[in-house]
């Protein structure tokens, strides 16, 4: 399968902008990830880094979960943490595989979606901020989101060069 990644519209309105490019980052660590064995996506980066492509996507599962849902609809429900190993999205094992991560991350997608829906950029978290004690908009949690896979993005590409050469945007 390959992954089609379309660039964000340059004069979109703020919503669709917005989308846009947290869509487009969702497809990039798709596309980072196409192509390779279970294997090669539980290599690690460098040690002692235990990064890899299956623990990024297995996270980013976990933060779509989070944002969307734990924080904006305040239902808590994590996807792989437990209250024994908070970031289990990180530690899989050889028995996980890419076909339930990558189920899972684009049930949490869709889910995403369905929680933002009909919402106006302007409306509030359910959860609030554990630094401030207040709600987040919807327009920052897709700023945040925007950010966090940007940031996981460049991991990923450092990842994917170092199984098998493969760079890009």
Request: with cysteine; aromatic share 8%.
């Amino acid at each position: 399968m390959t992954t089609e990644r379309t660039e964000p519209a340059l004069n979109a309105g703020e919503r669709a902008m917005l989308e846009g490019w947290l869509d487009y980052h969702r497809r990039t660590l798709a596309w980072k990830c196409e192509g390779l064995t279970d294997a090669q996506l539980r290599t690690a980066s460098v040690p002692p880094s235990g990064l890899t492509l299956l623990g990024l996507v297995r996270h980013m599962a976990e933060v779509e979960n989070g944002w969307f849902t734990h924080v904006l609809t305040g239902v808590d429900e994590p996807v792989y943490a437990t209250e024994e190993d908070p970031d289990a999205d990180f530690h899989h094992t050889d028995a996980d595989t890419w076909e339930e991560a990558h189920a899972t991350w684009q049930a949490e997608i869709a889910s995403a979606r369905r929680n933002a829906a009909g919402l106006d950029l302007d409306a509030l978290s359910k959860t609030v901020s554990r630094r401030t004690g207040e709600p987040f908009s919807l327009r920052w949690i897709y700023t945040h989101m925007i950010e966090e896979y940007a940031r996981h993005n460049g991991h990923a590409d450092l990842l994917r060069e170092v199984i098998d050469g493969r760079t890009g945007d």
